[in-house]
């Protein structure tokens, strides 16, 4: 078979399988809309994503093309658990105005522009050095897996008519950080542990609401 089905891209799998599992709940997998239990699976595709890198990295005896194809793999993956699904919430909760299409397309487009910059920028700077990437350009694309679980854990106190104008509002602000050029530091495993911790939060306080429904 075609590609690499090692330890070093698993989790990559795991986030994509994820994420489509999310789009399914979005669309009504089962004749009813789950939002929530989407806004789940690209909690768990951050989470996924947060560790594939530092897995790959264990392998020291990467081929250049199991690099090469990590680097690509990760960011088709990214593509759709964090540009695709996140627009595929919000037309599941209500985005569908003709005002929030263009909203909902920009922010999977901002997405892909900003993979696909990335890509190349890495690419340049792994000819010129082995050392470990230590700032991103540009609002990470992982990011949305806390941003948007935090905002829709308040979507019962903002109400139904307010939380899609609120939800598409900050899709089309974090599509513009996607693609603004500014430098934010590559978190530490210190920064990393505190996302989890927040993410756990944000997961329990879902939960939970969900049970009270």
Known sequence: MI????????LTYMSLVSSIMGIFFAMGMDGKV???YAIICLMVSGLCDMFD?????????????????????????????FGVLPSIIGYSIGMTNWC???VLVLFPLCAVIRLAYFNVAEEERQKQTSEVR??????????????????????????KEWFPII??????LIAIAFITRFKVKKPTMKTMITFIVIG???LVWMLYKIKLR
């Open 134 to 159: 230590k700032v991103y350009e540009g609002l990470p694309v992982t990011s949305v897996s806390l941003i948007l679980p935090l905002l829709y854990s308040f979507h019962r106190d903002i109400g």
């Open 100 to 102: 929030d299409i263009p």
């Open 3 to 10: 590609g690499y089905y090692n330890y070093t891209v698993i």
């Open 167 to 172: 939800y598409g509002f900050a899709l089309l």
């Open 200 to 202: 756990v939060i944000e």
């Open 34 to 36: 789950r939002p929530e």
């Open 53 to 81: 890198g530092k897995v790959a990295r264990t392998k020291k005896n990467r081929s250049e093309s199991e690099k090469q194809f990590g680097i690509q793999i990760d960011s088709l993956c990214d593509a759709v658990c």
